[in-house]
Each structure stands twice: as structure tokens, then as C-alpha cells.
């Protein structure tokens, strides 16, 4: 938003601070804490599967596939099972959550142009 502003320069620039993706340790603990904050029941074995399906441990994606899991079991009710992680991934990839992907489109319509993004594009979405 800054930059479509033309504003960059009355900002403070921030420090970019890499962070490396978890360890499936270290993810097992971050699911662990967040669902337990939130006072979450979930069976153990969604552990494992959440790891598998999210593959790229970054603390950031694992928020996103969490936050929904919370309002799956909000909306349930019972304690969070593995379809529920389906379900998660399923509303996650809404449309309604376009702001938090709209930079790798982005991305890719600048690096990609004519047929070439359109194929990526076609690529990805059967991906």
C-alpha cells in the first residue's frame, strides 16, 4: 500500500529478518501452543497430518492452516480430527484469504508474461 502511495520514503524501514522454516519438532510445539491458547481439543494424530499437508514449515503458513482449524471446530464443535485439516486447506484456499497469497500472483504476472503466465497459471491451479 506504501508503494502504490509512492510513500516509502516517510516510512520507517523495517529490518527484514529471515526465518528459517521449523523443524517438525519445533512445528509439532507451535501447533501444539496455539491450539492449546485457544483451548482447542484436537486428536493427536492431526499432528502428523497437518505436518505432511503444510510440507513447508514456515510459522506463517502453519498460522494460516491453524487460524482455520479454529473456526472449523468452531463451527463444529468437537474436537479437531483429520478431515478437519481437509476442511482447513479447503477454506484457506477461499477467495476470501486472497490477501494473504496476492503477492506470489504478483510474482509471478511479473515474471511471467503472455502464454507463460497463462500456463502457470493453468499449471498451478491443476497442481
Do not use: C
Request: charged share 25%; net charge negative.
Amino acid at each position: 500500500m506504501v508503494k502504490k502511495l509512492t510513500s516509502t520514503s516517510v516510512i520507517n524501514d523495517l529490518n527484514v529478518v529471515e526465518i528459517p522454516p521449523l523443524s517438525e519438532e519445533e512445528a509439532r510445539l507451535f501447533i501444539k501452543k496455539i491450539l492449546s491458547n485457544y483451548q482447542i481439543p484436537y486428536a493427536e494424530e492431526i499432528l502428523d497430518e497437518l505436518l505432511k499437508e503444510v510440507n513447508w514449515l514456515i510459522p506463517f503458513h502453519l498460522q494460516l492452516v491453524i487460524q482455520e482449524l479454529i473456526e472449523v471446530y468452531e463451527n463444529t464443535a468437537t474436537p479437531l480430527g483429520v478431515e478437519a485439516i481437509e476442511q482447513a486447506i479447503d477454506q484457506l484456499l477461499n477467495i476470501r484469504n486472497d490477501i494473504y497469497f496476492e503477492h506470489y500472483h504478483q510474482r509471478l504476472k511479473h515474471i511471467f508474461k503472455g502464454p507463460a503466465y497463462k500456463f502457470v497459471i493453468a499449471f498451478l491451479n491443476i497442481l
